[in-house]
């Protein structure tokens, strides 16, 4: 119990006592002591914060009269049963965590404004196209009808018309009818699994995969299956074993710049993952949202199988802003009412007013010249990056044609859980490999997002959590 209260809070205004109380009530906001657990003792918290036991004593009278903290006489001082709302921004980095399939984000959003995210996965603020978006909104909030209504149960209509249009560019051929809009991919899922699954189910689902594919499927209560997956996407053998043995309800995949790998299916990979789906009657659930940062747009499942057994997600949170989330469903015609209905069962509406506001930046052809000035932008970092992490002693099997993430792997005999359990302890959140593994078989994998490897902290800082 003393070593959570090793490193008082430094805080120059106030006085030892109120540095005691300070390091006591930021562990009871933050749940690390819950209601109930048992303070340490007077004479263990003088030693560790290196003040006299008079300062503990006065600080423990003064949290009990706050009524924060109890005292029972012979047993000492003890956590109130009701303690203070909880505040996330007490909570800091908590490298008792566990590292499983929400590790990530949750480190990266809660992590303070000088930490470095190389393990995130988003892009930077100011690789996004702030004030175009700024000025896409200002004219959408001047039609009053964009902030005052909900929308169609389908979503904004100028925008699936839109999209329609994108979608065709890579090969998909969507009626705008046939596409349902939601506030993020993220919420497109989860009304997809909702449509598609019971508990119980299984899924398959790739090894390493996006984690978010695998807390989705938690969240519902089925069982996983990994297909393992490399620079040429799916192992085609173990993907037919697993629809034999498993007889999935469906398979969740980036078919583009997949996630962690970069990976992008070729055409006879596509075209054969297909035909097996067909014959042991399984459905695909194609999650796109990196497909924007491709300059030449790569064969899309949805693409050759003309919706039939695909069903097509896309998004703009990746390229465009993550307050900017939309999310697309293209699916077949004869499904489309039905999970309509169940997103008006679950969410009643998505958001008009960021529905318009990406329909405004899209037709304003602003959308298109980002992306030219992004795509490049990447492919330097990229290259950059590949160096700075060979230069560090890192593998990379595999450079992805465009995209953000590179999969890279640690010398042996490391782990890259450790390593970023010690890189998050000096301000660094990295990706630990098995966060993206079912099998837990990448413990010697990080993935790098090469936007948010600027700094040359980045760096050192792994040198430092790879040396121990």
Request: net charge neutral.
């Amino acid at each position: 119990m003393t070593e959570i209260l090793a490193e008082p809070v430094p805080t120059a205004s106030l006085s030892r006592v109120g540095m005691v109380m300070r390091a006591i009530e930021d562990r009871i906001e933050g749940r690390a002591l819950g209601p109930g657990a048992r303070l340490p003792s007077v004479r263990g918290l003088a030693e560790s914060m290196q003040v006299s036991k008079s300062t503990v004593v006065e600080a423990y009278d003064r949290l009990a009269a706050r009524g924060a903290i109890v005292s029972r006489p012979g047993s000492g001082f003890f956590v109130a049963a009701r303690p203070e709302p909880l505040s996330l921004a007490a909570i800091g980095p908590r490298l008792d965590r566990a590292v499983d399939p929400v590790w990530i984000t949750r480190q990266a959003l809660e992590a303070g404004p000088d930490s470095l995210r190389p393990g995130c996965g988003w892009l930077p603020p100011d690789w996004l196209p702030e004030e175009d978006l700024r000025r896409a909104l200002r004219h959408v909030a001047r039609q009053s009808d964009a902030v005052m209504f909900y929308d169609t149960p389908q979503g904004h209509a100028p925008l699936r018309q839109q999209l329609a249009l994108r979608l065709t560019e890579r090969g998909i051929r969507a009626h705008p009818d046939q596409l349902v809009l939601t506030d993020s991919v993220t919420q497109a899922l989860d009304l997809i699994i909702r449509f598609l699954a019971e508990p119980g189910d299984t899924v398959l689902l790739d090894d390493p995969c996006y984690f978010s594919f695998q807390a989705l499927a938690r969240a519902h209560r089925l069982r996983m299956v990994g297909v393992p997956f490399g620079p040429e996407g799916p192992d085609l053998a173990a993907f037919e074993q697993a629809l034999i043995e498993h007889k999935p309800r469906f398979y969740i995949t980036n078919s583009g710049l997949q996630n962690p790998t970069g990976a992008t299916l070729s055409p006879v990979v596509v075209h054969r993952m297909l035909r097996l789906a067909e014959m042991h009657g399984t459905l695909i659930v194609e999650d796109d949202a990196y497909a924007d940062f491709e300059s030449e747009p790569g064969p899309r499942l949805a693409g050759f199988d003309g919706l039939d057994r695909v069903i097509h997600v896309g998004g703009f949170s990746k390229t465009l802003s993550t307050g900017a989330r939309v999310g697309v469903i293209a699916l077949r015609s004869d499904w489309v009412e039905r999970l309509v209905d169940l997103k008006l069962a679950v969410s009643l509406s998505d958001n008009h007013l960021t529905a318009a506001t990406v329909h405004r930046f899209l037709v304003e052809g602003s959308y298109r010249h980002h992306l030219d000035a992004l795509r490049t932008r990447l492919a330097d970092a990229r290259g950059t990056v590949v160096r700075r992490l060979v230069q560090a002693g890192l593998t990379v099997p595999f450079v992805p044609s465009a995209g953000m993430f590179l999969w890279t792997r640690l010398p042996e005999g490391l782990d890259a859980t450790e390593v970023s359990r010690r890189a998050l302890a000096r301000g660094v959140v990295l990706a630990p490999g098995n966060v993206f593994s079912i099998s837990q078989g990448a413990a010697s994998f990080l993935r790098f997002n090469v936007a948010q490897c600027a700094s040359p902290r980045v760096f050192s800082e792994l040198s430092r959590a790879m040396e121990g």
